[in-house]
């Protein structure tokens, strides 16, 4: 079958590998149709995620049809269409139990601090990821879901991760009726935050970012006002100023390791690995948001440190709350609000590309070319 | 409560309290009281090792199901099992990872020569697809390698010219 195949930093490309197997009774095999490439699948692309190792596929956003399914399997058939959430999730361990689905205990045995994860090194698991004609769904019981027929299948494959992770950004923070919610970040995740801030009753939401057709996008798509951080010498004196020198009620960090904007962060972070990556869009948040605000990570950082400073959270009372999104929790509220028509989820997706051309398809969203957003893979198999 | 009251009956106001609404993990944790069975949980059917899986020293056993692909081999999979030796919290752990990871890079090109296969770096990069929307930047990059190489080259090289010219000139002092 056709895979995407990584060979090492910035190079990518799509190869023939074996077939996967079904290596566990509740596994199900799953023909791929669509599967989109995560900003959190830069920072693999770019060798910043210990345990990337060569030959592996990445890919934790997909959707397609069951083609197999183990003996133990109860809630699937052979042929039923699926989405799958980006985390391998038992259902039975204490974290599943209790609905952390993002921190389950028996899918990564790499790691203890992170759940498995699909295609995301062997730092969550070394499982091979959708970015390829078929693939390996370990637990298909619990995290798979059923598309629903009115379902439109570009909607379904954004419901694996980006809506998800976007949402409980937003949800993690808190948000009050009429709080001011300041979003780091106009990728694909700030942008779901961004229009899921509403949705909790934010009364002004902000989106700080430096990349201007990406805030120009956010804009228009979540209703918020957009600053580009490039035009400003400081932004928290420019949030403390633009909250009445109060600070944002709420920040949300949705860039992660690869932070633009501060120097010392980029060096230390990006070029030197002298921390788990730059800390720019957290240091932010912290300084910008009120004295007992709420500040919430979904951002992507490496396992080691970051500079952030650690004394403010403790001088402003700060509440810092963070996970990998747990989204099979989320999917039925979810699924309510795309059918409601709240929430258009496919529009961020701006490029399809074939699964052969996926070197250029990676190099395109890394490099932010030709104005992408979200690029979304489509296997042969899926064009026939 | 009750039954832990009795088992705390001895210390003055214990879980006087205690509320059970003030759980700062909601809405993200239904909390059930499990956390304190710790790994007692019924675990799944295990999943057959048949390659080689590592497993962090945080915990007492593989889970019950892993990913199998690129299992440790060559000498990034030694740099890896020796990684491995050291808890998640030390770099003793995470750093030599990304030296396998690099290590493995070059074990990756050797692993493509060896099958006959020469691999189309520029591809890989996507150069294409910069040459498609980022003509001019390509171009700069390719510029400004150029040069650096070029200048790096003719440095070296007159180095190496010096160096022959000044030991010719102090030669009769041997």
Known sequence: MLAMNYRGPYRVRADQKPMPEILHPSDAIVRVTRACICGSDLHLYHGLVPDTRVGTTFGHEFVGVVEEVGPSVETLKVGDTVLVPFNVACGKCAFCKQGLFGNCHESNPQATAVGGIFGYSHTAGGYDGGQAEYVRVPYADVGPTIIPDWMDHDDAVLLTDVFPTGYQAAEMGGIKPGDTVVVFGAGPVGIMAAKSAWLFGAGRVIVIDHVEYRLEFVKNYAQCEVYNFRSMRDPVLFL???TDWFGADVCIDAVGSEA?????????GKKLMLQAGSATALHWAINS???????????????????????????????????QT??????????????????????IITHRVPLEEVSDAYHIFSAKLDNCIKPILIPPSARK | MENKANDYAHINGWGIDADPRNEPTYPLKNWTGDDHKRLNWERPPLQPVTVEVLHSNERPNLTAVFGTSSPPSGLSGVIRRYAFTFSESEYGHWLPLLIADRVNVVEGILDDLTRGHIPNIFAEKGWK????????????????????ATTVVALLSRNKTNRKRIANKWRWLT
């Open chain 1, 240 to 242: 403390k100023k633009a």
């Open chain 1, 260 to 268: 633009s904007g501060s120097a010392l962060q980029t060096i230390t």
């Open chain 1, 289 to 323: 948001v009120k004295k007992g605000g709420i500040v919430s990570i979904v951002g992507v950082y490496g396992p080691t440190d970051n500079l952030i400073p650690i004394g403010n959270v403790v001088n402003k009372g700060i509440t810092i709350r963070a996970n």
């Open chain 1, 326 to 347: 747990s989204v099979k929790r989320l999917l039925p509220k979810l699924i309510d609000h795309i059918q409601a028509g709240r929430v258009d989820p496919k529009a």
């Open chain 2, 129 to 148: 697809a910069d040459w498609q929307h980022n003509r001019a930047g390509l171009v700069k990059n390719v510029l400004v390698t150029a040069v650096i």
